[in-house]
């Protein structure tokens, strides 16, 4: 009679690899934690099912010897148990040093900026394997994007996060102004009326703007700015900054790492400070491998230089 694999559950197995090591039924009871009436009754089921008696008495009268049916589906049987096993185990146990992994970070240029430097060597430090892909964010999908699974976390301002997701803050986060070293306008403090006469790079993330955050603040104690240049990436920036006499006021964090060709200073007008955070959604909460990534970006940030 042909056997559908639904006939056979996990205890079954555990009875048949039990008895092919101690070759004794009440050793193979203990090793079980079952009596040894349970552990008869499965050797019932199991020679049935696989229509061979299996184990068979020594003639020694000691223990039990396998059949040569039995033998033959030991080899099979090993490799069975450690395929559950590793299918049990995939979901509780992440091993970095072997993972393929792709980790996917939706973050903005200047959040990018400040994580890859130092999230990327830590990272291949301990996974050399695995692949991060940084992403521009939707952030109208961001928390649908989270929860299917497309990207592994969200970085971003405090107040980009949608609700229903997990949030840690990452870092405090203050504005500078840059200038090119050796600018002409000499190296003092900034002054409001300098501010507002020289030339300024703006980012635009949305495309092709003149005018934001810092130009609100401006209009608010009755002062203008002229924006000669609109540019769309951060990374762009601080090539410009440094070949010519444009002022940019961006996050302390991302201009630093440019302190070779450019000087920082305190912005001559009052701007809120504000924190990036890091976002997940909760269906990820206890898995060990976004435990793991979760981990080393906020050890990233916490790094010298990040």
């Known amino acids: 009679m042909v056997q559908r694999f639904t006939d056979f559950d996990t205890s079954l197995l555990l009875t048949l690899d039990a008895l092919f090591k101690d070759q004794n039924v009440t050793h193979a009871a203990a090793r079980l934690n079952i009596t040894q009436s349970?552990?008869?009754?499965?050797?019932?089921?199991?020679?049935?099912?696989l229509n061979d008696p299996l184990f068979i008495p020594a003639a020694s009268g000691r223990g039990m010897i396998p059949t040569p049916h039995a033998v033959a589906l030991q080899p099979e049987l090993n490799?069975?148990?450690?395929?559950?096993?590793?299918?049990?185990?995939?979901?509780?146990?992440?091993?970095?040093?072997?993972?393929?992994?792709v980790f996917r970070?939706?973050?903005?240029?200047?959040?990018?900026?400040?994580?890859?430097?130092?999230?990327?060597?830590?990272?291949?430090s301990q996974?050399?394997?695995?692949?991060v892909a940084f992403t521009?964010?939707?952030?109208?999908?961001?928390?649908?994007?989270l929860e299917q699974g497309e990207v592994d976390v969200f970085v971003g301002a405090a107040e980009d996060g949608a609700s229903g997701l997990i949030a840690r803050?990452?870092?405090d986060e203050e504005f500078v102004t840059a200038q090119r070293i050796g600018h002409p306008r000499g190296a003092?403090?900034?002054?409001?009326?300098?501010?507002?006469?020289?030339?300024?790079?703006?980012?635009?993330?949305s495309g092709g703007q003149f005018s934001g955050m810092i130009d609100n603040a401006l209009a608010e104690i009755g002062r203008e700015r002229t924006v000669s240049v609109s540019i769309q990436s951060y990374a762009l920036a601080p090539l410009v900054l440094a070949t010519t006499d444009c002022l940019c006021t961006l996050p302390r964090r991302f201009l630093e790492r440019f302190s070779g060709v450019l000087d920082l200073y305190t912005p001559p007008l009052a701007l809120a400070p504000f924190q990036m955070s890091l976002f997940w959604h909760p269906r990820m909460r206890s898995d060990p491998a976004h435990i793991w990534l979760r981990k080393q970006i906020v050890q990233s940030v916490a790094a010298p230089g990040g």
């Open 136 to 145: 521009l964010p939707d952030k109208a999908h961001i928390a649908e994007r």
């Open 38 to 49: 349970a552990l008869s009754s499965r050797l019932t089921r199991l020679r049935q099912l």
């Open 188 to 205: 003092a403090a900034l002054t409001l009326d300098e501010f507002c006469s020289l030339d300024h790079l703006l980012i635009s993330t």
């Open 79 to 101: 490799r069975l148990l450690e395929r559950l096993n590793d299918f049990v185990q995939t979901a509780h146990f992440f091993d970095p040093s072997t993972s393929r992994r």
């Open 105 to 124: 970070i939706a973050a903005t240029d200047n959040p990018a900026a400040i994580l890859a430097p130092e999230l990327i060597p830590l990272v291949k």
């Open 127 to 131: 996974a050399p394997n695995a692949r």
């Open 169 to 171: 803050t990452l870092f």
